[in-house]
Nanobody, 124 residues
Framework: QVQLVESGGGLVQAGGSLRLSCAASGRTIGSYSLGWFRQAPGKEREFVAGISRSGGNTYHADSVKGRFTISSDNAKNTMYLQMNSLKPEDTAVYYC?????????????????WGQGTQVTVSS
């Protein structure tokens, strides 16, 4: 199985940028489709972005499209989420996840492995 560890969260002003990393160990990330999710206090966990197992297909939620970009580097066994033009409503704990599927999955329950999360706080 794979272990996932997120990093790169922090406090940033509105309009700023952060890059989250999700380092995998145990198995190569190329064995999974991957996703980023976020959860704000009192809200359900929501899909942010995903990448297919081949890495050839990505999908971003409408709320982040044009501002966030998901990518992966198989050589480093790491997935990234570049977040630009951050807004206060992007404040949440961000999680990376891996699924034993070929295609991008937007449903949290279908993911098999999760990281511990990293806090992103955007001040206005």
């Amino acid at each position: 199985q794979v272990q996932l560890v997120e990093s790169g969260g922090g406090l940033v002003q509105a309009g700023g940028s952060l890059r989250l990393s999700c380092a995998a160990s145990g198995r190569t990330i190329g064995s999974y489709s991957l996703g980023w999710f976020r959860q704000a206090p009192g809200k359900e966990r929501e899909f942010v972005a995903g990448i297919s197992r081949s890495g050839g297909n990505t999908y971003h939620a409408d709320s982040v499209k044009g501002r966030f970009t998901i990518s992966s580097d198989n050589a480093k066994n790491t997935m990234y989420l570049q977040m630009n033009s951050l807004k206060p409503e992007d404040t949440a704990v961000y999680y990376c996840a891996a699924a034993n599927t070929l295609v991008v999955i937007i449903t949290p329950s279908r993911y098999d492995y999760w990281g511990q999360g990293t806090q992103v706080t955007v001040s206005s």
